[in-house]
């Protein structure tokens, strides 16, 4: 029996085809709500990185937020998941799919932040002072005036950030919780075969970021459509 014969028995098999869907579901989850709390985090990160100093306030709140990019951005994100899950998680009962989300996004929104903030000095500063001239508020202006302008500029760097996240969810496994890496490590465990399994991961690995690839280039030219209408 050749090894890919060993391992598609093993695949085909009705639990462990499932486990594999489950841990395509997980795989895709934590990527999913990982970018979406990782852009509201940024989103808010940027915001307080940009308005001017004028005082104490939000002195102290730029110097938070700092110290928090820095950190986030300046530890392994597997340190930072062991360290979460077993210092601060253990004993919070969520489920092991939000715990791994939520810190994802804490991860993620480091990131994003300072990706939205250069999309946010992209922007003509003009169109803040339009809209002050206006008579909106800082905050009114910036979400709907700034921020959308912005986010247009930096659709493919969110989009890498994506990228990032899902592949980083490989490391997900260390603590027990079941994702594509997990499941098809089971089978090669089980078949003392490891080459066809993890090439096979690697293949659902490209494919999906290949999937995430056309879907970022069709929202970048939804984008430039709109603006060649305006």
């Known amino acids: 029996m050749s090894n890919f014969e ?5 695949f085909t098999n009705p639990g462990t085809f499932q486990t594999v869907l489950e841990g395509l579901q997980n795989t895709a989850l ?4 990982g970018l979406l ?3 509201f985090i940024g989103c808010i990160l940027a915001t307080i990185q940009i308005i001017p100093q004028e005082n104490v306030v939000v002195k102290i709140l730029k110097r938070i937020t700092d110290l928090y990019i820095a950190i986030f951005r300046g530890t392994p ?14 004993s919070v009962k969520i489920p092991p ?6 810190i994802f996004g804490l991860n993620s929104g480091a990131y994003m932040a300072e990706i939205i903030r250069s999309g946010i000095t992209s922007v003509d500063k003009g169109q803040m002072e339009a809209g002050r001239s206006l008579g909106l508020s800082f905050p009114v202006t910036m979400v709907r005036v700034v921020l959308p302008q912005a986010i247009k500029n930096v659709v493919p760097t969110i989009g890498n950030e ?3 996240l899902l592949k980083e969810t490989s490391i997900v496994s260390v603590i027990g919780l079941c994702d594509l890496t997990r499941a098809f490590k089971a089978i090669a465990d089980s078949t003392f075969e490891y080459f066809v399994p993890y090439i096979t991961l690697a293949l659902i690995y490209f494919v999906l970021i290949l999937i995430v690839t056309v879907i970022i ?7 430039k459509r709109n603006e060649k209408r305006s």
């Open 162 to 164: 994506f990228i990032s």
């Open 6 to 10: 060993i391992f598609w028995n093993r």
């Open 77 to 90: 994100m597997m340190v930072q998941l062991l360290l979460l899950h077993f210092a601060v998680f253990i």
């Open 30 to 33: 934590i990527a999913v709500f």
């Open 217 to 223: 280039r069709l929202i970048e030219r939804r984008f």
């Open 97 to 102: 799919v939000a715990e791994v989300s939520l």
């Open 37 to 39: 709390l990782g852009f």
